[in-house]
């Protein structure tokens, strides 16, 4: 059995999400490899991946909310909406005028909750078929907002016509969307020139790793990763019906209220099953047979 867990990479810039699963794959001999949650190729940072048995688990740590660092340049506009596009206006002069009061001001206006628009040059979906393939063929189409939540939006430094930031955001903001959105509304345009995922979820870049140093000691057991879901001790008796799916009563292996998605443990710390209560009775989402999610 190879070996399984989570693996926290720092993605460096210039290499897409992909160009990281599979030299990961390479380094690692696994079969499957899989990411919660990609990062364009100008980005650099937080990258988890999911090897082996615990890419069963990628699903429930893509929800969880990210923090960046990044810079901005006001007066230039792309198509991408980023540094690796092609400029389709400049305004020096309407950059020139704006003031750190008059930026700080612009992002605050794009804190909270917000309806976002995603950028063309996006891997969603629009009638089977990705963005960025038609942006690519020169068609654009409209794009229903999304609700995104900005919880943060700090600026760190100001030389104009370069802005540093700080934000903290909800899964599916585009953080070169809420750039576009600064130079709108600052009437000059703006584009993102450099960007650094600091968090993932629970996950911080100070434990990430470079991809090409990666090895398999480095990989978080699932019940670790998991961290964040309530974690549930199932009694010794109920163990052997957790592990092959049987119908348990909630009452049988916790108390009071269930959380609304429990990871089920062992007295000896293996991560038995993902479930959520109906009916008070336990439905299983994810259940891991013995020895999943471990090196063998």
């Given at each position: 059995m190879t070996a399984s867990g989570v693996l926290i990479v720092d993605k460096p810039a210039g290499i897409t999400s992909a160009a990281v699963v599979a030299r990961v794959k390479r380094l690692l001999g696994a079969r499957k490899v899989g990411h919660a949650g990609t990062l364009d190729p100008m980005a650099t940072g937080v990258l988890v991946l999911c090897v082996g048995d615990a890419t069963k688990i990628a699903g429930y740590l893509l929800a969880d909310d990210k923090a960046y660092d990044g810079e901005l340049e006001l007066g230039v506009a792309t198509d991408t909406l980023d540094a690796d596009g092609t400029v389709t206006a400049r305004d020096a002069d309407g950059a020139a005028r704006v003031t750190r009061a008059l930026l700080v001001d612009a992002m605050a206006a794009l804190t909270g909750d917000i309806d976002q628009v995603p950028p063309m040059y996006s891997a969603l979906k629009q009638s089977g078929v990705r963005l960025h393939a038609l942006a690519r063929a020169g068609v654009e189409v409209d794009r229903p907002p999304r609700r995104v939540r900005v919880d943060r939006f700090e600026l760190l430094a100001f030389e104009p016509p370069r802005a540093r930031f700080s934000v903290d955001c909800s899964k599916g903001t585009y953080v070169r969307s809420l750039v576009r959105d600064i130079g709108a509304a600052l009437g000059c345009g703006a584009h993102l020139t450099a960007l650094?995922?600091?968090?993932?979820?629970?996950?911080?870049?100070?434990?990430?790793?470079?991809?090409?140093?990666?090895?398999?000691?480095?990989?978080?057991?699932?019940?670790?990763?998991?961290?964040?879901?309530?974690?549930?001790?199932?009694?010794?008796?109920?163990?052997?019906?957790?592990?092959?799916?049987?119908?348990?009563?909630?009452?049988?292996?916790?108390?009071?209220?269930?959380?609304?998605?429990?990871?089920?443990?062992?007295?000896?710390?293996?991560?038995?099953?993902?479930?959520?209560?109906?009916?008070?009775?336990?439905?299983?989402?994810?259940?891991?047979?013995?020895?999943?999610?471990?090196?063998?």
């Open positions: 650094r995922r600091t968090r993932s979820g629970a996950f911080d870049v100070s434990r990430a790793r470079p991809p090409e140093e990666a090895t398999a000691a480095d990989l978080l057991p699932m019940a670790d990763a998991l961290g964040h879901v309530p974690a549930v001790v199932v009694p010794a008796d109920e163990v052997r019906r957790v592990t092959d799916g049987l119908r348990i009563a909630w009452t049988r292996v916790g108390e009071g209220e269930p959380p609304s998605l429990a990871r089920l443990m062992s007295a000896d710390g293996k991560l038995l099953a993902l479930a959520r209560v109906e009916g008070g009775n336990l439905r299983y989402e994810r259940v891991f047979p013995p020895g999943s999610g471990r090196e063998g």
